[in-house]
C-alpha cells in the first residue's frame, strides 16, 4: 500500500515530486502529449538532469537555464509592453526564444505580469511600461515604499492575513483602499454577528472595490489560460519548467514588501524584538506558499529571490540575527515538504558563504551572481547545487568568443564532476543574441561529461 | 561636551546623541557647532563604513539620525554655514531607471569626504547632466544604473557630453547592479567603481584631496 504523505520522508517527499515533475498533466489531469517521442525523451532527460545535479551526482551533461523576466520575449521580437498587455504577442514571442535558443529550462512567462490586472487593481509597488515609464521600456521597476509603517508591528504580529487584508492590500493597491473598512472575518463567530459583520459590504466604495477585483480575477483568468497554453505547448516540445512555487526570505517579505528598505535597516536599531516577532509569524506563511506552488504545479522546485541579505546590505551579526535563522527554517521547512528551494542571490554573498554549511546535502541550488565561483565549490561543492555566474554585462556587451570562454572556466571549474547547473546571475530584460546562443550551444557541446 | 556628540552619533546612539544636542541648544550652545559635530560624526561613519566595520543600515540610520539633529538645530540658524569643499561632483542615475539605492551611498560617501555633491536623482537624460556639468563646472560626473538598459544610457550620456564639447573637461565614473570593466568600455566611461569607496577613490584621484 502507498505511504501516506504525512507519513513519508523528507526524500521520499522529493522522489514523489519528481516523479510528477517528470510526467506532466494536462488541468484537466490527463497526461500531457509531447509533439514526438524524441520530445518525450528529452524532457524526462531534463528532469533527470536536474535530479542529479541537486542529488550531486554527475548527470550526462551540465543543465542550462537562463534567469530571465523580459529577456525570452526580448530575444524573440516583442517589448514588454506588448507581452504585458498582449498574451498573444507573450505566447509568440517566448515560445520562438525557447524554439531558437533550446535552453533546457525556461522561467515561467507569468513573470512578465499582466499590465491589465495592475491597471485595474491600479498597483503601487511597479511601475510599468506605459504606467510611470515609457511604453518602450525594457522592463518593469519597483518602487518602494513604507506599505506597513512602524506602528503596524502589533497587528502584523497578532494576526498576518488579516493585516494582509485590511491594511496591506488597500496601501499597495489603490482600487483596494475601501478594504480598509470591512471587519476582521473573525468577527464572525454566532448569528448575532451574521448581520453587522456584512455591513461593510453595503457601502459603496467597498462595492467599486470587490468590482475591481472581479474584474481583476476575469482578466487573470483569462491571462492564466494562456500562460497555460504556452508552458503546455513548451513542455510538449519538451522544455521543462524552472519552477514550480516561490516564496522569499522572512526579511525580505518584511524589507520589500512591508516596510521598505529604509524602514526595515533602521527597525533593526530601533524595533528589533519586534522585527524578530514579525519574521516568526513570517516563516510558516512563507513555506506554505512556495511549497504550495509546487504542488499545484507539480514541480517541487521553489524559487526564492534573495534581496537584503547580500554582502554589504547588512553586517555579519544582523545577518546572523536578523536573516539566517528564519531565511534557514524556510528552507528545511520546504525540504521537510520534499521541495528544492532554489535560491537566486543578485549581487554577492561572499561574506555569507560558511552559514550555507550548515544546511541539509544536497537539497539546495544556489543561483549566484557575482560571488566568487571557485570558492564556493572549494566549500560547498559536497553541500550545495552551484548555478549561475555569466555576468549580464557579457550577455549584452560582449562578443560570441568571450562568452565561449567564461562558460569554459564555469565548466572546468564549478562544473568538475557535477553538482553546477549553466546559468547567468541575475534576472534578464534584454539580451544580445550572439552572446545567449554563445552561452546555450557552448555549454551542450563542451559540458558533455564522459 | 563636543567630544560627546560625535562619538556619540558615530557609535549610532539615537537617544543619547538627540539629548546631547537638546541640552546644548537649551544651554545657549551654538547651533552651527553642533551641525560641524554632526558632520565630523557622519566622516567617522563614512570611515568606518570604508572599513568594512559599518555596513549599509549603519549609513541609512546614521542619516536618520542626522536628519533629527538638523530638524532640532535649524529654527536657530541665522546665517549659512559655510565647509570647505574639494570638488564638485555631478551624480544621478541614468535615463529609464529608477533605482536610488546605490547612487544614494555613493553620494553619502562623496559628500562626508569633502566633496560637494549636485544629485540630480534617477531617471536623468542625458542633456541634464550637460546642463549640470555646464552650469557647476563640475570636473567629476558620477553615472549609476541598476539595470541593464542602464548600459546603453550611460552609453548615450558619455556621448552626449562628447558631443556638449565637455568630454575633455570631466571624469567620468560609472557604478551599480551589473556594472563591470566590460560595461565601462562598452560606454565609453573613464573608469567603473564596484562600490561606494571605489567612487571616493576615483573622485579623489581625480581631482586630488
Not at chain 1, 137 to 147: I, K, N, P, W
Not at chain 1, 281 to 288: C, G, N, V, Y
Not at chain 1, 325 to 333: D, I, N, Y
Not at chain 1, 407 to 434: F, H, Q, R
Request: glycine share 10%.
Amino acid at each position: 500500500m502507498e505511504k501516506k504523505w504525512e507519513e513519508m520522508s523528507a526524500k521520499e517527499k522529493r522522489d514523489a515530486r519528481f516523479a510528477d515533475w517528470a510526467s506532466p498533466k494536462l488541468p484537466d489531469g490527463n497526461d500531457l502529449p509531447f509533439q514526438s517521442p524524441e520530445a518525450k525523451a528529452e524532457y524526462k532527460a531534463r528532469v533527470q538532469r536536474y535530479k542529479d545535479v541537486i542529488e550531486l551526482k554527475k548527470p550526462d551533461r551540465v543543465p542550462i537555464m537562463l534567469m530571465a523576466t523580459f529577456m525570452p520575449s526580448y530575444l524573440g521580437g516583442a517589448l514588454p509592453y506588448d507581452v504585458m498587455y498582449d498574451t498573444e504577442k507573450l505566447k509568440s514571442s517566448f515560445t520562438k526564444y525557447m524554439v531558437d535558443y533550446k535552453p533546457d529550462y525556461y522561467i515561467t512567462p507569468a513573470f512578465a505580469g499582466n499590465g491589465k490586472i495592475f491597471d485595474i487593481l491600479d498597483y503601487k509597488l511597479l511601475r510599468w511600461p506605459g504606467h510611470g515609464i515609457s511604453k518602450d521600456s525594457t522592463g518593469y521597476q519597483y518602487v518602494e515604499g513604507e506599505y506597513m509603517l512602524p506602528e503596524d508591528y502589533p497587528a502584523l504580529i497578532e494576526d498576518p492575513s488579516d493585516f494582509w487584508l485590511r491594511t496591506y492590500m488597500p496601501r499597495a493597491f489603490g482600487a483596494l483602499e475601501p478594504l480598509k473598512m470591512i471587519s476582521p472575518f473573525t468577527n464572525q463567530w454566532e448569528p448575532v454577528m451574521v448581520g453587522p459583520s456584512v455591513i461593510p459590504f453595503g457601502i459603496p466604495p467597498v462595492q467599486e472595490a470587490l468590482k475591481a477585483l472581479m474584474n481583476a480575477g476575469n482578466e487573470a483568468m483569462a491571462w492564466i489560460q494562456q500562460i497555460g497554453a504556452i508552458e503546455g505547448g513548451l513542455m510538449s516540445m519538451g522544455f521543462v519548467n524552472g519552477a514550480g512555487g516561490a516564496t522569499k526570505a522572512p526579511f525580505d517579505y518584511l524589507a520589500d514588501t512591508l516596510r521598505g528598505s529604509k524602514g526595515i535597516m533602521v527597525d533593526m536599531y530601533r524595533r528589533p524584538d519586534m522585527v524578530l516577532k514579525a519574521m516568526e509569524r513570517i516563516i510558516p506563511i512563507a513555506i506554505k506558499s512556495g511549497a504550495g506552488g509546487a504542488t499545484m504545479q507539480r514541480n517541487p522546485v521553489v524559487f526564492l529571490p534573495l534581496h537584503r541579505g547580500a554582502d554589504g546590505f547588512m553586517s555579519d551579526e544582523q545577518f546572523r540575527t536578523f536573516y539566517w535563522p528564519q531565511l534557514k527554517a524556510v528552507l528545511v521547512g520546504l525540504i521537510n515538504e520534499g521541495c528544492v528551494p532554489a535560491l537566486f542571490c543578485e549581487g554577492s554573498y561572499n561574506s555569507r558563504l560558511e552559514y550555507l554549511k550548515e544546511l541539509p546535502k544536497a537539497s539546495t541550488l544556489w543561483v549566484f551572481d557575482r560571488s566568487d565561483m571557485a570558492k564556493i565549490k572549494k566549500l560547498l561543492g559536497k553541500t550545495i547545487t552551484i548555478a549561475g555566474n555569466v555576468p549580464a554585462g557579457l550577455i549584452v556587451t560582449g562578443t560570441a568568443e568571450q562568452m565561449k570562454a567564461y562558460c569554459k572556466n564555469l565548466i572546468d571549474v564549478v562544473g568538475k564532476d557535477g553538482g553546477y547547473i549553466m546559468a547567468n546571475g541575475t534576472s534578464m530584460d534584454d539580451g544580445k543574441p550572439e552572446t545567449v546562443h554563445a552561452m546555450i550551444d557552448f555549454t551542450k557541446e563542451y559540458g558533455v561529461y564522459k | 561636551m563636543a567630544k560627546d556628540l560625535v562619538k556619540t552619533l558615530a557609535d549610532l546612539k539615537e537617544k543619547e546623541a538627540l539629548e546631547i544636542v537638546q541640552s546644548r541648544l537649551k544651554a545657549g550652545g551654538s547651533p552651527l557647532r553642533i551641525l560641524d559635530d554632526a558632520r565630523r560624526a557622519l566622516e567617522i561613519v563614512g570611515k568606518r563604513f570604508s572599513d568594512c566595520e559599518y555596513f549599509i543600515p549603519d549609513l541609512v540610520y546614521s542619516g536618520e539620525i542626522l536628519k533629527q539633529i538638523t530638524d532640532l538645530v535649524k529654527p536657530k540658524i541665522t546665517k549659512g554655514q559655510e565647509v570647505k569643499r574639494i570638488g564638485k561632483v555631478v551624480m544621478g542615475t541614468v535615463a529609464g531607471d529608477i533605482h536610488d539605492i546605490g547612487k544614494d551611498i555613493v553620494v553619502f560617501m562623496l559628500d562626508v569626504n569633502g566633496f560637494e555633491v549636485f544629485d540630480l536623482g534617477i531617471d536623468v537624460p542625458a542633456q541634464k547632466f550637460v546642463d549640470k556639468i555646464k552650469e557647476t563646472g563640475s570636473k567629476v560626473v558620477g553615472l549609476s544604473g541598476f539595470l541593464t538598459l542602464a548600459f546603453e544610457s550611460m552609453k548615450e550620456t558619455v556621448e552626449a557630453i562628447k558631443k556638449a564639447g565637455l568630454r575633455n573637461e570631466v571624469k567620468i565614473m560609472i557604478g551599480g547592479g551589473q556594472i563591470d570593466d566590460q560595461v565601462k568600455t562598452f560606454t565609453g566611461a573613464d573608469a567603473y567603481g564596484k562600490d561606494a569607496m571605489e567612487g571616493v577613490k576615483l573622485a579623489k584621484g581625480w581631482i586630488g584631496g
